[in-house]
């Protein structure tokens, strides 16, 4: 789950993998945002939704299917589930990607994220503030 951020710091500065990876992670660390990583849920929220698109095109094939008679259901419902997970997924990786990058850009230039964005930036500093506070009371 991590690599994604390692990722984007080698997409932005062309540093190798191990080097993108340590700067990174103390970036995200010193800036509080590696508890915020910890506690997103986002990928499991996309991966019910690419299994609930599945189910709810396979179902339609399905009942699609249902009104011909020499056509098997059971491959038509596994036709469409497929087809409607991979669509979906494609889709949300492309906003997986867009939070990933917001979190790298507000741990990287916070100031410019405030600027342009104020909203975000409030919202994202009042989360990594609770997580800091929730990591210290547990203590």
Known sequence: KKNIYFFLKIAIYGKSFVEAGRDSWL???SRGVDLLLDAD???STFTLACY???LLTGLCG???ASQHEHIHISTVFIL???VGYCINLV???FLSSAISTIFVCYAEEPEILSRNDPVIFSRIRELCSMSRGQLSSDY
Do not use: D
């Open 27 to 29: 970036l995200l660390r």
């Open 41 to 43: 849920i986002t990928n």
């Open 52 to 54: 609930a698109s599945g």
């Open 62 to 64: 399905a009942l699609w």
């Open 80 to 82: 469409c589930f497929n």
């Open 91 to 93: 889709v949300l990786e």
